[in-house]
């Protein structure tokens, strides 16, 4: 099982023996796992059954997260004089995805989404925006908002910790993001006019990616999504940990490392990606690949 902020779609696979409940599983079921131990379990996915491939004597389920409505879902709507929280909510009603916590976000004088992209690219666009992550929480409900950890797990060498790599990167000087779709350079409240002229935004300066998003149509929030771009890339020291199972850690939470000589592995880290593995060789375990700024 994979869940991550950085993955379009949570995602989960479960082999076992074909029993009469799992044989009457079909595509587009509702499906949620728990896992921990004894009786002490933790909700650790919600979504839906994509695939389902029966063998002689077991049954191999393949399920993504309620994300995947959003990624089918195309549509073309102008929304005007509306935050990027209120566009959120209202795209998740029409693609049938429930919102969590989601939050305002920036005001915006015109936003246009069209059929040519999945409507999960423009949701994407506006968290960039705003400086948001967006994912899916246990609760099967959509999170559009801003790294505030309420929640702190303590991780300690020689007592969670069963193995853990990291990795120190250089960050970026500067982001330049282009527009594929260029619309007004006059300004947020003649968003309506169409120019020939390129829509780029920078932040930073100095050499670093270059990305082109089908999503930004003027400069404003060029801007945003390479300024948004350029803070993930100082995110440069990445750690993935392994630990036996620990459900109750989830996206957004953050991961504070306890006992190690290495000081860039002492601090809070914030938790990107889980995956949680249960098999008769090694039991229940989790990897967290969590990062923070070195």
Request: proline share 0%.
């Given at each position: 099982m994979r869940l991550s902020i950085d993955a379009r779609a949570d995602s989960f696979e479960l082999v076992a023996q074909d029993t009469k409940s799992l044989s009457k599983v079909r595509m587009g079921d509702p499906v949620t796992i728990s896992l921990g131990f004894d009786s002490r379990r933790s909700t650790v996915?919600?979504?839906l059954v994509d695939e389902v491939e029966a063998g002689i004597s077991s049954v191999r389920l393949l399920g993504l997260s309620q994300m995947v409505n959003l990624m089918k879902l195309r549509m073309s709507q102008t929304y005007l004089k509306q935050n990027s929280g209120d566009i959120v909510?209202?795209?998740c009603t029409k693609a049938s995805v429930s919102p969590?916590?989601?939050q305002d976000g920036g005001a915006l004088p015109s936003f246009f989404v069209s059929k040519d992209l999945p409507t999960y690219e423009y949701v994407r666009a506006l968290a960039e925006k705003s400086g948001y992550d967006?994912?899916?929480t246990t609760?099967?409900?959509l999170d559009f908002k801003d790294y505030n950890p309420k929640t702190i797990h303590d991780l300690t060498f020689g007592k969670d910790v069963l193995s853990v790599e990291a990795i120190?990167?250089?960050p970026a000087e500067g982001v330049r993001v282009f527009g594929e779709s260029p619309s007004s350079t006059r300004g947020s409240d003649t968003a309506h006019w169409?120019?020939?002229d390129d829509v780029e935004g920078s932040a930073g300066s100095g050499t670093g990616p270059l990305l082109i998003d089908a999503a930004v149509r003027d400069k404003s929030t060029a801007n945003a999504v390479a300024k948004f771009k350029l803070a993930q890339t100082r995110q440069t020291l990445q750690v993935s940990v392994i630990s036996y199972g620990k459900p109750e850690i989830t996206l957004g939470d953050s991961v504070n490392l306890k006992g190690f000589n290495n000081q860039l592995l002492r601090g809070g880290f914030k938790v990107r990606t889980i995956e949680h593995s249960f098999n008769k060789i090694s039991?229940?375990?989790t990897r967290i690949v969590c990062a923070k700024e070195a």
């Open positions: 996915f919600s979504g909510k209202d795209m969590g916590n989601v967006v994912y899916i609760k099967n409900k120190w990167l250089s169409l120019t020939k039991g229940f375990t």
